[in-house]
């Protein structure tokens, strides 16, 4: 059975950071795309960044230059460190994988971690 398990979320006060990260576990074949989303409160869940295996990434308008996401293509890990935090980016924050595993590919998530930052 692919899991994906994330940790490191938490509050911190405005200014701060966090360093998120999602170990995806099982048989998995291929790992195509790994990344982040977040939902707020009562808003949609909306992308904060990926890397695909090319190490191509993508990020939220709103967390360039703040963010940053890596990956340990060995450990099928992905990182997400988050400087300069807003209240802004209180959420809860879901790892997000596109791979391959029996019975096919197809998109992962895991159960989403909170992150509440502080004005």
């Known amino acids: 059975q692919v899991q994906l398990v994330e940790s490191g979320g938490g509050s911190v006060q405005a200014g701060g950071s966090l360093r998120l990260s999602c170990e995806a576990s099982?048989?998995?074949?291929?790992?195509?795309?790994m990344g982040w989303y977040r939902q707020a409160a009562g808003k949609q869940r909306e992308l904060v960044a990926t890397?695909?295996?090319?190490?191509?990434?993508n990020y939220a308008d709103s967390v360039k230059g703040r963010f940053t996401i890596s990956r340990d293509n060995g450990k099928n890990t992905v990182f997400l460190q988050m400087n300069s935090l807003k209240p802004e980016d209180t959420a809860v924050y879901y790892c997000?994988?596109?791979?391959?595993?029996?019975?096919?590919?197809?998109?992962?998530w895991g159960q989403g971690t909170q992150v509440t930052v502080a004005s």
């Open positions: 997000y994988a596109d791979l391959v595993a029996i019975p096919g590919r197809r998109d992962q």
């Open positions: 890397l695909t295996s090319g190490r191509d990434t």
């Open positions: 099982g048989t998995i074949f291929r790992i195509y795309v």
